[in-house]
């Protein structure tokens, strides 16, 4: 007679824990197509506010061998470095390889989270200045959310101010809701001191739908309708200015360009200069 295994035992076999697992503790749906969710963070994980890791999911069983693959994608961490959980911000793409599959998790789920942080958009990787820009479109505002949070930010400038284009305006919503969080957020306020958020300046446009601010961020600068509607004198200038880019390819290369006018130049971890670029992924 064949032995019977006890029921836990076959349970166990047929669901393996992922590899690097990490536990879905929130999701939030923002948009039909965008949505941010948290994850336990382990506890060996140290990372610099504006990095990112490798997150994703098992991948669909190869149809000859029945085998799966872990599917994964650069994603930055949007939470602080000091923050007890990770938090992402994602796109959803219905027929995309991972974001088709990663957009239906829920609180308990658990995701893969290779415990590799990297990246370029890092206060290390900038010379000292006085402002600071944070250029963004769409997802890519992810890695600024966290930065925004990070002490050092207010520690080494005078003033932050943070760009966001999206073509309509439901898709401003977690950068405005992230932001109005952090201005009256007490135990900030206690970690960075009194007022830090005063040297916050917001900068949301949109390019499809009507908002208060219309017009690529691209075109905003060119013209001069930033440094009018912000009270800059001079636009900006390398022996004060600073900036971090994440967005699409072509928005990166047309901010460089930009950035490259006013006479900034592009640095590294192992280089600082005057601004830097995500180049792992775009958003």
């Known amino acids: ?8 035992e076959a349970t166990a076999v047929k669901a ?22 948290k994850v ?30 872990p599917l994964l994608r650069a994603y930055s961490i949007a939470s602080p470095s000091w ?13 995309g390889p991972l974001t088709s599959k990663l957009q239906h998790i829920k609180p308990g789920d658990q995701i893969i989270l290779r415990p590799k942080p990297v990246g370029t958009l890092v206060h290390d990787a900038l010379l000292p200045g006085k402002r600071l820009w944070f250029f963004a479109t769409g997802t890519g505002f992810a890695p600024f959310a966290s930065l925004l949070r990070e002490p050092q930010t207010y520690e080494d400038y005078d003033e932050v101010i943070i760009t966001h284009t999206c073509r309509e305006v439901a898709e401003l919503e977690y950068g405005r809701q992230l932001i109005e969080d952090i201005r009256k957020d007490e135990m900030l306020a206690e970690l960075m001191g009194e007022g830090f958020a005063d040297k916050i300046r917001y900068y949301p446009t949109t390019t499809r739908e009507e908002s ?53 130049r592009e640095g590294a971890n192992s280089e600082p200069k005057e601004f830097v670029i995500e180049k792992a992924f775009v958003g």
């Open 212 to 264: 208060p601010k219309m017009g690529r961020i691209t075109n905003l600068l060119q013209d001069g309708t930033v440094f009018a509607d912000l009270g800059i004198e001079g636009g900006i200038k390398p022996e004060t200015d600073r900036a971090m880019v994440c967005g699409s390819l072509a928005f990166n290369l047309d901010i460089k360009a930009i950035l490259e006018e006013f006479g900034l």
């Open 16 to 37: 393996p824990v992922l590899p690097d697992a990490q536990t879905v503790t929130d999701v939030k749906h923002w948009t039909d197509s965008l949505f941010s969710f």
């Open 83 to 95: 923050d007890e959980e990770l938090e992402f911000y994602s796109i959803k793409v219905q027929d």
């Open 40 to 69: 336990s963070r382990p506890a060996s994980l140290r990372f610099r506010s504006g990095e990112f890791v490798m997150i994703g999911l098992m991948g669909d069983p190869d149809p000859k061998t029945g085998r799966q693959k």
């Open 1 to 8: 007679m064949t032995e019977m295994k006890p029921v836990s």
